[in-house]
């Protein structure tokens, strides 16, 4: 069966220190992967997405980049954290267009 | 951007009672999917009901589609407690791009 991890699932950051979350899907090969962040009591913000290895699509400019080295692994990154940065950080995969995400069980990430 | 917008963003119902949630998208779509959270956890895929489906079942729930209007709607029949979550349309109007609604947040008084 198809697993995904993700971690940490806490994190607390001075601003301006650097990020690596990492994600990482078993059972299944050449999935679709997704980072999304969802702020305090708000709907979930679409931020990268990858259809394979080193292949990114950003969706909205900010302080924060991804990269896929793996076929099973995604990893969302900052040189210098922001206080805008902290929120609910959610790695997703799927298996193609039109079919159901499955989702880690997030990082919650503040940063001080 | 928000696709979705779900209605009402909160709802409190007796243990036993249906839920209703409701959710407008903008765009035409290929499919629409309902997601559930609980606090502070990942989101759970319930159902996805492509866009030339009406009516979908699974368990308790019920989604209808509404391409039209552009809406759908989830009930949840015979409410318990452990249904207590937030819940998420979301749709897939542009290729591999999942967009989320902003929630309703279900609260079953037991």
């Known amino acids: 069966s198809q697993t995904i991890h993700q971690w940490p699932a806490t994190l607390v950051q001075p601003v301006g220190s650097p990020l690596s979350l990492e994600c990482t899907v078993e059972?299944?090969?050449?999935?679709?992967l997704y980072w999304y962040r969802q702020a305090a009591g708000r709907g979930l913000q679409l931020l990268f997405y990858s259809v394979g290895i080193g292949q990114i699509s950003s969706e909205v400019p900010q302080n924060l980049s991804a990269s896929r080295p793996q076929d099973r692994q995604f990893i969302l990154s900052s040189k210098k954290l922001l206080l805008s940065d902290s929120g609910f950080y959610l790695c997703a995969w799927s298996q193609g267009w039109g079919e159901g995400y499955t989702f880690g069980s997030g990082t919650r990430l503040t940063v001080v | 951007s928000q696709q979705g917008e779900e209605d009402p963003q909160a709802l409190s119902i007796q243990e036993g009672e249906n839920a209703t949630m409701n959710c407008s998208y903008k765009t035409s779509i290929n499919n629409l999917q309902w997601y559930r959270q609980n606090s502070g956890r990942g989101l759970v895929h319930l159902i996805l009901?492509?866009?030339?489906?009406r009516e979908k079942h699974s368990g308790r729930l019920r989604v209808t589609l509404d391409t039209s209007k552009k809406s759908s709607s989830l009930l949840i029949t015979a409410s318990r407690a452990a249904d207590t979550a937030s819940y998420f349309c979301?749709?897939?109007?542009?290729?591999?791009?999942?967009?989320f609604g902003t929630g309703t947040l279900l609260a079953v008084q037991p």
């Open positions: 059972g299944t090969s050449n999935p679709n």
């Open positions: 979301a749709t897939d109007a542009v290729w591999n791009k999942l967009i």
């Open positions: 009901i492509r866009s030339n489906e």
